[in-house]
């Protein structure tokens, strides 16, 4: 899940980068990795954007494995550990990159509400 939200995606907020790249950069990874992208709308965590979560095969969920949220995500360095990680299987299936590691943040309920509602 992409966020596209207000605040993410926003050249006003964060004009040093290529949002449209980005996407386009996780998208591939994905569909190398066997999932799929989803823009979203805000996720109420504008004060970590850019966000993407990173949300783990059905097979992962029921092994325990929770939702990744990553912050920050305004750079070709961040946009590409994402990326690799995705096509590596991500969450569940390889361990989390370290840089990855850093950006990642705990949602909040809020967060979690709003990610649900994207997901239905
Ligand atoms: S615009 Fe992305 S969390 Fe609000």
Same mark, same amino acid.
């Given at each position: ?26 998208? %591939? $990874?994905?569909?190398?990795? +066997? !999932?799929?992208? &989803? ?43 994402? %990326? $690799?990680?995705?096509?590596? +299987? !991500?969450?569940? &299936? ?27």
């Amino acid at each position: 899940m992409v966020c596209r939200g207000g605040d993410c995606g926003s050249r006003h907020k964060h004009p040093d980068i290529d949002h449209r790249r980005q996407l386009e950069v996780l998208r %591939a $990874a994905a569909i190398e990795g +066997g !999932g799929r992208v &989803v823009a979203s709308r805000c996720l109420d965590a504008c004060d970590h954007s850019n966000v993407v979560v990173l949300i783990p095969a059905s097979q992962e969920l029921a092994n325990g494995e929770a939702p990744v949220w990553i912050g920050q995500c305004n750079d070709d360095l961040s946009t590409h550990e994402i %990326a $690799a990680w995705l096509t590596r +299987g !991500g969450p569940g &299936v390889t361990p989390q990159p370290v840089a990855v590691e850093v950006q990642r943040f705990h949602p909040s309920r809020a967060n979690r509400h709003e990610l649900e509602e994207e997901l239905t």
